[in-house]
């Protein structure tokens, strides 16, 4: 937790493949006093573009 103490105070939008992962990493985030929301169905569902950096 410390290393997204810089995030804190922003929103994050928390995704993987399904949603199952990320499902859990949202849950102990909000837990943790971070405002975090889950992309449910995961990229899997995105219908925009992917951009691979």
């Known amino acids: ?20 992962f990320s499902e859990s990493a949202t ?4 837990e943790n006093g971070f405002k975090a929301f889950n992309m449910i169905g995961g990229i899997n569902v995105w219908e925009g573009e992917v951009v691979h950096n």
């Open 27 to 30: 849950k102990i985030l909000n």
């Open 1 to 20: 937790m410390k290393d997204l103490e810089n995030y804190r105070n922003k929103t994050i939008i928390v995704y993987c493949r399904s949603g199952n």
